[in-house]
């Protein structure tokens, strides 16, 4: 028997989410993270999953790009493993969904809001207790919100699992609003019981992506693929508690380490070209160049 898959997997977060089928689940996620001005009525896949196509996706950036129907574009990604510059990379991924807009000739009125979410599988903000963070453009001191059309949220599952407490038995009375329904779905969808759910959060439409996830079929590359990406996130869980109580942020710098050298050598193995191997681990050019000697050696 097949162990039960994984929505916090990047590839099966896309195929829940990133088809024409499922934009109900997306609408619905959408709507449980943004503000209600932002309220999403219908929305078009710019980059909707294809199963032909899936293996150009970057292994850790399996990101979803919408548009909604007022043309607000939203960038959503679910992140695996904390990686270095994190924050850099999420605003560098934010303007470039928003210059990608302006087309030669095109007029700066033409560009709409966009808006960021990542879903991480780490706690990215310690300063925050909160496991959901919304930034956004404000003057300093007076705080004025000037610049609207930047907005980004992070939504950490491990501060929400903490939170949660060792034993959280039935999730149903401990979800109060409809972004703790969608990150129970993420993080313990095993434990929801949808007969106790608060009235306020029978609407959603969790059902549907238990339903979904349930009958989810892989075609053998896409299993291939969901395994490694499996693996990888229980070598940084393994990676982080081995480093509790040992120094944690230099067991997290070396874990990370000893992970990106792990997928670049099965990278490499699987005749992906070194341009590539640096982009998706952001390790070096000497740092790849050693591991191909070590493998010839071996």
Known sequence: MQERISPRVDLAFKKIFGTEENKDLLISLINSIVGKDDQVVGITLL????????KNDKLS??????EGSDGKKFNIEIQITDEAD???RALYY????YSNQLKESGDYAELEKVIGIHILNFTSIPE?????NAFHVTEKETRLHFFKEFELHTIELKKFLDQLGQKPGDLGSKLQTSLDLWTAFLTRNDLLNMAK???SLKDVPIKKAIRVLDIMNFTVEE???Y????KWLRIEANTLKKAEGKGYEKGKKEGRKKEKLAIAEALLQKGMSVDEIIEITTLSQKEIANLMIDDRQG
């Not at 980059?47 to 899936?54: A, I, S, V």
């Not at 950036?61 to 919408?66: F, P, Q, R």
């Not at 925050?128 to 959901?132: F, L, M, R, T």
């Not at 395994?227 to 499996?230: F, G």
Request: aromatic fraction near 14%; avoid cysteine; proline fraction near 8%.
């Open 47 to 54: 980059n909707p999953y294809n199963q032909k196509n899936f």
């Open 94 to 97: 934010w303007a470039k969904l």
């Open 227 to 230: 395994e490694d990406h499996l």
């Open 86 to 88: 994190y924050d850099k």
């Open 128 to 132: 925050s207790p909160k496991y959901h």
């Open 223 to 225: 299993r291939e693929a």
């Open 197 to 199: 759910l608060p009235q």
């Open 61 to 66: 950036i399996l990101d979803i790009k919408a």
